[in-house]
């Protein structure tokens, strides 16, 4: 007797088209490459000039740069390719048709949906994760020999140090989280150009805009934007220039955007034809 | 124009104009432009100033042009489609048949892109521009310290129409590129993370590298906007920044129409 299709055969579909789908190696590829090269290529820019006004560098504790946010921010350009995978994961059955043979095969959609963002998590956790902590790892020697050193007011951070350990991390659950904002968007759009559109936009859109705004808005365009509230977890050093949201509180922000997402993608799949 | 080319032309312009998706992206140019720019002039005061701001140094023209850095993403979507939706639905080897000249016919979608978004792009910038008189006046932007400016004004002329320029030529670099990777979800991916991506990520960086990255970004061209000294300008006076966006954009065509030239459809 046949097994009812249940969520863990979706998950094992899912699994199959996800790895055997060449685009889906080469953006997780592209998502650490990109993540890493732009990080180092932030700590190689970085010097210990930019402390804080006033302060004589070389004074112990005077400096204000973040060594872990410097090393950790490629993530600004490496989830590029992660949003197109989770766009992608999500539009290309439609491109080519294959969803009506998914639809046929599990019924109840909503489990696909529950199938892929589950995957999409799992992945790009990983992946994340991986990105940022080599990220760090070959970022901080760069920053040791651009002057960020104990003499200079900036004691070498390990990656078992709690801040540390909390911002590779949660860079990588903050990857994770617009994977699974960019699934929604794509199931919602069906369409990978304005899926991309939207996303990108609404990552980077805020942080354009808050360039020119003025408080209390700036602070709470910053703290309701995926992106800027989101990475916040990489913030070790008080700085002026910090989005003013707690690291934690910030991944909500994230994960509240990805979840409408799911959720509005879900109505949209159980809603409309396909 | 020969009447092939004048055909193709034609042919061209009736595609654009009959796919939703055109309209739809028109829309969003506008309506993103002229909304985000309310917003912020509504929300706009003369007694803040940006770190490092003097007094009374904002400019109210590039001000009521602001929106444009996120309708221009709308803007590329436009350009980017208009290039890959034939490759996507097969209707490319319907037009290669019919105007076998691949040149004709890639001239004959650049200039009905370029036509199209002109347009679009001037009544972004006018309309962006009127909405936010108004609303900046109403917030304390008056004389002595912020005189009223008129669309006619020199300054305010060469923003506007600069604006809607700035706003073609993104269209066609996005439509270069388009025609480079002939794949819609990777010409959007591409496009838009080059004209919002530079300048989010400048944040990081300082000195050479900084000015660098100013140089090098597609969105030079908003540059065009900037009507007062302000700390915050780029190192490039307005003309120069259309020029580095003009680049942008006959490079991607170049590339592009070679390859399109060069390749099976």
């Known amino acids: 007797m046949p097994r009812r299709a249940g969520t863990s055969r979706a998950l094992r579909a899912g699994w199959t088209k996800f790895r055997s789908v060449p685009s889906t190696t080469w953006l997780i590829v592209a998502g650490i490459g990109v993540t890493v090269a732009f990080g180092l290529l932030?700590?190689?820019?970085?010097?210990?000039?930019g402390g804080t006004p006033g302060c004589a560098p070389g004074r112990a504790g005077c400096g204000d740069e973040d060594v872990?946010?410097?090393?950790?921010?490629?993530?600004?350009?490496?989830?590029?390719?992660?949003?197109?995978?989770?766009?992608?994961?999500?539009?290309?059955?439609?491109?080519?048709?294959?969803?009506?043979?998914?639809?046929?095969?599990?019924?109840?959609?909503?489990?696909?949906?529950?199938?892929?963002?589950?995957?999409?998590?799992?992945?790009v956790l990983v992946a994340g994760v991986a990105a940022s902590a080599v990220s760090f790892l070959l970022g901080q020697p760069i920053l040791h020999g651009n002057g960020f050193v104990p003499a200079q007011?900036?004691?070498?951070?390990?990656?078992?140090?709690?801040?540390?350990?909390?911002?590779?991390?949660?860079?990588?659950?903050?990857?994770?989280l617009i994977a699974?904002?960019?699934?929604?968007?794509?199931?919602?759009?069906?369409?990978?150009?304005?899926?991309?559109?939207?996303?990108?936009?609404?990552?980077?859109?805020?942080?354009?805009?808050?360039?020119?705004?003025?408080?209390?808005?700036?602070?709470?365009?910053?703290?309701?934007?995926?992106?800027?509230?989101?990475?916040?977890?990489?913030?070790?050093?008080e700085r002026a220039d910090n989005v003013p949201i707690g690291g934690l509180a910030g991944l909500g922000v994230a994960a509240a955007w990805a979840a409408v997402a799911i959720v509005a993608a879900s109505w949209f799949v159980r809603r409309r034809d396909v | 124009m020969s009447a092939i080319a004048r055909r193709a032309v034609t042919a061209e312009w009736t595609k654009l104009r009959s796919m939703p998706s055109t309209t739809w992206t028109a829309l969003a140019v506008v309506g993103i432009t002229v909304g985000l720019t309310a917003f912020m002039a509504s929300t706009s005061s003369t007694d803040a100033n940006q770190a490092g701001g003097l007094p009374g140094d904002d400019d109210v023209v590039a001000n009521a042009l602001f929106g444009v850095w996120l309708g221009q993403v709308a803007?590329?979507?436009l350009g980017a489609l208009a290039a890959t939706s034939e490759f996507a639905t097969g209707t490319i080897r319907a037009t290669l048949s019919a105007i076998p000249r691949r040149g004709v016919a890639f001239g004959a979608k650049v200039t009905i892109v370029a036509g199209i978004a002109f347009a679009i792009g001037a009544v972004t910038?006018?309309?962006?521009?009127?909405?936010a008189q108004p609303l900046q006046h109403g917030n304390g932007y008056n004389a002595p310290a912020y005189p009223h400016v008129s669309l006619t004004d020199p300054l305010v002329l060469r923003a506007v129409v600069g604006t809607a320029l700035y706003l073609t030529l993104l269209a066609l670099f996005a439509m270069g590129v388009a025609a480079i990777v002939r794949h819609t979800a990777a010409a959007t991916t591409v496009a838009v993370t080059l004209v919002l991506a530079p300048t989010v990520v400048l944040g990081f960086f300082?000195?050479?590298?900084?000015?660098?990255?100013?140089?090098?970004?597609?969105?030079?061209?908003?540059?065009?906007?900037?009507?007062?000294?302000?700390?915050?300008?780029?190192p490039y006076g307005p003309w120069v920044g259309l020029g580095l966006t003009a680049a942008w954009a006959i490079g991607a065509l170049l590339v592009g129409a070679w390859l399109w030239r060069r390749r099976d459809a």
């Open chain 1, 180 to 237: 699974v904002l960019a699934f929604g968007v794509g199931q919602i759009t069906r369409r990978a150009g304005s899926a991309i559109a939207i996303v990108l936009g609404l990552l980077y859109g805020p942080a354009i805009v808050s360039l020119l705004l003025q408080e209390p808005l700036q602070e709470t365009v910053q703290k309701l934007s995926p992106m800027m509230a989101g990475l916040a977890i990489q913030s070790t050093v």
């Open chain 1, 153 to 176: 007011g900036y004691p070498i951070v390990s990656i078992t140090d709690p801040a540390a350990a909390r911002a590779i991390l949660g860079t990588g659950v903050y990857l994770a």
């Open chain 1, 68 to 123: 872990v946010l410097n090393s950790l921010g490629g993530a600004y350009l490496g989830q590029i390719p992660i949003v197109a995978l989770g766009v992608l994961l999500a539009t290309t059955e439609y491109a080519t048709g294959t969803i009506r043979a998914t639809f046929a095969a599990m019924p109840r959609r909503s489990r696909v949906v529950i199938a892929n963002t589950t995957l999409l998590i799992g992945v």
């Open chain 2, 125 to 131: 910038s006018v309309a962006s521009f009127l909405v």
């Open chain 1, 42 to 49: 932030i700590c190689s820019a970085v010097d210990t000039a």
């Open chain 2, 206 to 234: 300082t000195g050479t590298i900084r000015e660098v990255l100013q140089w090098l970004s597609p969105v030079a061209g908003m540059s065009i906007q900037v009507t007062r000294d302000r700390f915050d300008n780029p």
């Open chain 2, 75 to 77: 803007m590329v979507a």
